[in-house]
């Protein structure tokens, strides 16, 4: 053997040996080729108590903007912390806290950064009980894909979304956030919104981990009161607050927050049956809760703790897993596991599930964030082209009195008049905090864009609160100058969102007064509505010859509605929650329980409708739509068979629209009473003027006309249903 090739095998022998050591060293947890499940238990043998138990906490970092989360900001972070809500958006800052975890930190474990990344970070669409009103799930699902994006480029890997709440009391500041009053709804909305976050991958490059929360019965707070108690019984956690959590924890949502309220006696961040029997038992969700906000020392509040050390106790054996912000957990597991309260399998398996979620992610593998420039990172126009898309199907035509809307293209005078008409800072709607203003755009500005040959009389009228009326002599100046009044009337942002209950849920005096004064011009009145829960229009329907409710859009807001003014957009939302006539209504919702007297005459108020404004479902077109006769494929099934009901809608009018069909069961006869009617399948078409489409709805008995008693347990009963449809409703027969 030559002497050269001696030499080069004897390195090459050196290199190989130093391979296999390095192979040999490298912990099996950095394999990121390895197992997940064997990745985390190879790390957890590694970890001290002390490193697992600040897996466990999470703690705030940057400038806190949230009025509701007053917190100091941590100066100095515990190396080995699990988690952080990051109230910067800067991807630098994260990279240098990310930094310090891989580097410093004994084992290298990476910080999981959340944010409360609610309707967009800063392509901000429309809030989410708007969002349901488009019936138009994978057009959220796109939009929640461009706010994972956004997220991720400014250093946030997991939101605190979607809120799948039930919510049937408009009081409650926290109806804009969740997709309404039907459990249906909320959980085709939440499914569709944990796609859009988490993608075909947690690991893709730009999926973050989705959060569902409240878990669960925040929706039933006490006469609208945030952080109340909630009498949430067995029957209806199983009917009504349960299932859209059922349903997006089977589409595989990563992680849960548990809520601040109270299920009947047994806070619902204590809870072991919703948080362990039900979660993880039952439906074998193994990723994990987070607490709330404080939700942890809160158990001492409520009364089920008598100080912070039991409280954490009380919180993780219910199978809170992380304790967002309290610090409890890190300062009193130690004695607690020490005292053997806390079993080490309970720290193991909350752990596990911690570090599932940060590998699942590809934390361990990427740990850094991508750092672009700004312009890359937001506000890409086709996110806000898409953004745009769905606002003009969250907005909802209410009224049209003599088809006041369209506006006549020859219009050549309009009065734009209302605190919201100019407005940029309350159209984007709570939780927007990475917005800028600046990016909103007024409706003002998408109106004059849009008619172009008309002068626009602007003027503001009067605040959105207070008693100031110097502002109406101006408003009826310009009225009177004009052809139409298009008058911007609604609620600040702060009016909604967390501890922003109202106990009416009418519009402050000043607006209705305005109102009120310019319906004496004799004009044609349009009211645009920006709130974020159902209004009292009692007073102010009747003034109006049209109404448009556009929520809270977000940056994209003035372009959509002026096209639906203009006839550009044929409006096609529906509402996804009830309008009460009058605050005194509340609760009304579609599919309450039958009435013992149901022959219309007792069991009313005695002194205003019992009816409401605007029911679920309400929402009106620019074309119209005939519905054929509704065709069941069998009249009569066995319980485990199939049928199906189609329904053929033709556009009866002279305009392209887009039609959502609501299906609806009810059951006349049942071993326990059922709602009225309950939604179980909705579908949008466009249909063009002159054309007819099929739509078509798979009945499974199972799925659709069971029902479930208080254990969760479902049956499916022999006799008599109905399926509704528009105002169909056709009988059929479930045989044994
Ligand atoms: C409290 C709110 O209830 C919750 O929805 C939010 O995600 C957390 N604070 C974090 O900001």
Same mark, same amino acid.
């Given at each position: 053997?030559?002497?050269?090739?001696?030499?080069?095998?004897?390195?090459?022998?050196? +290199?190989?040996?130093?391979?296999?050591?390095?192979?040999?060293?490298?912990?099996?947890?950095?394999?990121?080729?390895?197992?997940? $499940?064997?990745?985390?238990?190879?790390?957890?043998?590694?970890?001290?108590?002390?490193?697992?138990?600040?897996?466990?906490?999470?703690?705030?970092?940057?400038?806190?903007?949230?009025?509701?989360?007053?917190?100091?900001?941590?100066?100095?972070?515990?190396?080995?912390?699990?988690?952080?809500?990051?109230?910067?958006?800067?991807?630098?800052?994260?990279?240098?806290?990310?930094?310090?975890?891989?580097? =410093?930190?004994?084992?290298?474990?990476?910080?999981?950064?959340?944010?409360?990344?609610?309707?967009?970070?800063?392509?901000?669409?429309?809030?989410?009980?708007?969002? /349901?009103?488009?019936?138009?799930?994978?057009?959220?699902?796109?939009?929640?894909?461009?706010?994972?994006? $956004?997220?991720?480029?400014? *250093?946030?890997?997991?939101?605190?979304?979607?809120?799948?709440?039930?919510?049937?009391?408009?009081?409650? +500041?926290?109806?804009?956030?969740?997709?309404? $009053?039907?459990?249906?709804?909320? /959980?085709?909305?939440?499914?569709?919104?944990?796609?859009?976050?988490?993608?075909?991958?947690?690991?893709?490059?730009?999926?973050?981990?989705?959060?569902?929360?409240?878990?669960?019965?925040?929706?039933?707070?006490? *006469?609208?009161?945030?952080?109340?108690?909630?009498?949430?019984?067995?029957?209806?956690?199983?009917?009504?607050?349960?299932?859209?959590?059922?349903?997006?924890?089977?589409?595989?949502?990563?992680?849960?927050?548990?809520?601040?309220?109270?299920?009947?006696?047994?806070?619902?961040?204590?809870?072991?049956?919703?948080?362990?029997?039900?979660?993880?038992?039952?439906?074998?969700?193994?990723?994990?809760?987070?607490?709330?906000?404080?939700?942890?020392?809160?158990?001492?509040?409520?009364?089920?703790?008598?100080? =912070?050390?039991?409280?954490?106790?009380?919180?993780?054996?219910?199978?809170?897993?992380?304790?967002?912000?309290?610090?409890?957990?890190?300062?009193?597991?130690?004695?607690?596991?020490?005292?053997?309260?806390?079993?080490?399998?309970?720290?193991?398996?909350?752990?596990?599930?911690?570090?599932?979620?940060?590998?699942?992610?590809?934390?361990?593998?990427?740990?850094?964030?991508?750092?672009?420039?700004?312009?890359?990172?937001?506000? &890409?126009?086709?996110?806000?082209?898409?953004?745009?898309?769905?606002?003009?199907?969250?907005?909802?035509?209410?009224?049209?009195?003599?088809?006041?809307?369209?506006?006549?293209?020859?219009?050549?005078?309009?009065?734009?008049?209302?605190?919201?008409? &100019?407005?940029?800072?309350?159209?984007?709607?709570?939780?927007?905090?990475?917005?800028?203003?600046?990016? /909103?755009?007024?409706?003002?500005?998408? !109106?004059?864009?849009?008619?172009?040959?008309?002068?626009?009389?602007?003027?503001?009228?009067?605040?959105?609160?207070?008693?100031? $009326?110097?502002?109406?002599?101006?408003?009826?100046?310009?009225?009177?100058?004009?052809?139409?009044?298009?008058?911007?009337? +609604?609620?600040?942002?702060?009016?909604?969102?967390?501890?922003?209950?109202?106990?009416?849920? /009418?519009?402050?005096?000043?607006?209705?007064?305005?109102?009120?004064?310019?319906?004496?011009?004799?004009?044609?009145?349009?009211?645009?509505?920006?709130?974020?829960?159902?209004?009292?229009?009692?007073?102010?329907?009747?003034?109006?010859?049209?109404?448009?409710?556009?929520?809270?859009? +977000?940056?994209? *807001?003035?372009?959509?509605?002026?096209?639906?003014?203009?006839?550009?957009?044929?409006?096609?939302?529906?509402?996804?929650?009830?309008?009460?006539?009058?605050?005194?209504?509340?609760?009304?919702?579609?599919?309450?329980?039958?009435?013992?007297?149901?022959?219309?005459? =007792?069991?009313?108020?005695?002194?205003?409708?019992?009816?409401?404004?605007?029911?679920?479902?309400?929402?009106?077109?620019?074309?119209?739509?005939?519905?054929?006769?509704?065709? #069941?494929?069998?009249?009569?099934?066995?319980?485990?068979?199939?049928?199906?009901?189609?329904?053929?809608?033709?556009?009866?009018?002279?305009?392209?629209? &887009?039609?959502?069909?609501?299906?609806?069961?009810?059951?006349?006869?049942?071993? !326990?009473?059922?709602?009225?009617?309950? #939604? &179980?399948?909705?579908?949008?078409?466009? !249909?063009?003027?002159?054309?007819?489409?099929?739509?078509?709805?798979?009945?499974?008995?199972?799925?659709?006309?069971?029902?479930?008693?208080?254990?969760?347990?479902?049956?499916?009963?022999?006799?008599?249903?109905?399926?509704?449809?528009?105002?169909?409703?056709?009988?059929?027969?479930?045989?044994?």
């Amino acid at each position: 053997m030559k002497r050269t090739t001696l030499i080069s095998s004897f390195f090459v022998s050196i +290199g190989l040996c130093f391979t296999l050591l390095t192979v040999a060293q490298t912990p099996l947890y950095k394999d990121k080729n390895a197992p997940v $499940e064997k990745r985390i238990s190879d790390l957890l043998k590694r970890m001290t108590l002390e490193e697992k138990i600040l897996q466990l906490n999470q703690y705030t970092f940057g400038i806190n903007n949230n009025p509701n989360n007053i917190g100091p900001e941590v100066k100095k972070l515990p190396n080995g912390i699990g988690s952080l809500i990051y109230f910067s958006a800067d991807p630098v800052l994260r990279n240098q806290i990310q930094k310090k975890a891989m580097e =410093e930190s004994r084992l290298c474990i990476p910080i999981l950064f959340g944010f409360d990344i609610i309707h967009g970070l800063r392509t901000v669409y429309p809030i989410s009980i708007a969002q /349901a009103c488009s019936w138009n799930p994978d057009l959220v699902t796109q939009l929640c894909a461009v706010a994972a994006k $956004e997220s991720v480029l400014s *250093g946030v890997d997991w939101t605190f979304s979607p809120m799948i709440d039930v919510a049937r009391d408009p009081r409650w +500041g926290r109806v804009s956030e969740g997709y309404g $009053e039907d459990p249906y709804t909320n /959980a085709v909305f939440g499914v569709a919104s944990v796609k859009g976050y988490q993608g075909k991958n947690l690991s893709d490059s730009y999926s973050i981990a989705a959060c569902l929360k409240h878990y669960v019965g925040y929706g039933m707070s006490e *006469g609208g009161r945030d952080y109340r108690y909630s009498d949430v019984s067995a029957q209806s956690l199983w009917e009504t607050y349960l299932p859209p959590y059922e349903a997006c924890v089977k589409a595989g949502a990563a992680t849960l927050m548990s809520g601040f309220n109270d299920i009947s006696g047994v806070p619902a961040t204590a809870n072991y049956y919703t948080l362990t029997e039900i979660l993880k038992k039952r439906w074998k969700h193994d990723g994990f809760v987070v607490s709330d906000w404080n939700a942890v020392k809160q158990l001492v509040w409520q009364g089920v703790a008598k100080d =912070e050390k039991e409280s954490g106790l009380k919180a993780f054996m219910a199978g809170v897993e992380m304790d967002m912000k309290d610090d409890i957990y890190r300062v009193h597991f130690p004695a607690l596991v020490a005292e053997k309260k806390i079993p080490m399998k309970n720290i193991d398996d909350a752990v596990a599930r911690v570090l599932r979620v940060k590998f699942r992610l590809g934390l361990f593998d990427e740990p850094y964030t991508k750092v672009v420039e700004e312009k890359e990172r937001y506000l &890409k126009p086709e996110d806000v082209a898409l953004a745009q898309k769905l606002t003009e199907e969250t907005m909802v035509l209410l009224k049209n009195k003599n088809n006041t809307l369209p506006l006549s293209a020859n219009i050549s005078k309009i009065a734009l008049i209302g605190p919201m008409a &100019k407005d940029q800072e309350n159209i984007v709607g709570s939780w927007s905090f990475n917005v800028k203003t600046a990016d /909103a755009e007024t409706l003002y500005d998408g !109106i004059q864009k849009e008619f172009k040959n008309a002068t626009i009389n602007y003027a503001l009228g009067c605040d959105f609160d207070g008693t100031n $009326e110097a502002g109406f002599a101006e408003a009826l100046d310009k009225a009177n100058e004009s052809e139409v009044i298009i008058l911007c009337l +609604g609620e600040k942002k702060t009016w909604s969102g967390e501890n922003a209950s109202r106990s009416t849920i /009418a519009l402050p005096a000043i607006q209705e007064k305005l109102m009120q004064e310019l319906k004496k011009t004799g004009k044609p009145i349009i009211l645009v509505l920006s709130n974020g829960r159902p209004l009292e229009l009692v007073r102010l329907e009747p003034l109006a010859d049209a109404i448009v409710e556009i929520w809270q859009p +977000g940056i994209a *807001g003035g372009t959509p509605l002026a096209g639906i003014l203009s006839g550009r957009v044929n409006p096609s939302a529906k509402l996804a929650i009830t309008f009460p006539l009058t605050t005194g209504q509340i609760p009304t919702y579609y599919n309450m329980r039958q009435c013992a007297r149901p022959y219309g005459t =007792e069991g009313n108020y005695q002194d205003i409708s019992t009816e409401p404004l605007y029911w679920f479902g309400h929402g009106l077109s620019y074309t119209s739509f005939t519905y054929g006769d509704a065709k #069941l494929s069998a009249t009569k099934i066995t319980k485990s068979q199939k049928m199906t009901v189609e329904v053929t809608v033709a556009n009866s009018g002279s305009v392209k629209g &887009k039609e959502t069909v609501l299906w609806y069961i009810s059951d006349p006869a049942c071993s !326990i009473s059922r709602p009225m009617k309950e #939604l &179980k399948y909705f579908e949008k078409k466009e !249909i063009n003027a002159g054309e007819k489409a099929v739509y078509k709805f798979e009945i499974d008995p199972m799925r659709d006309l069971s029902f479930t008693n208080a254990t969760g347990k479902r049956f499916v009963e022999a006799g008599d249903f109905y399926v509704h449809v528009n105002n169909q409703k056709i009988k059929f027969e479930i045989v044994e």
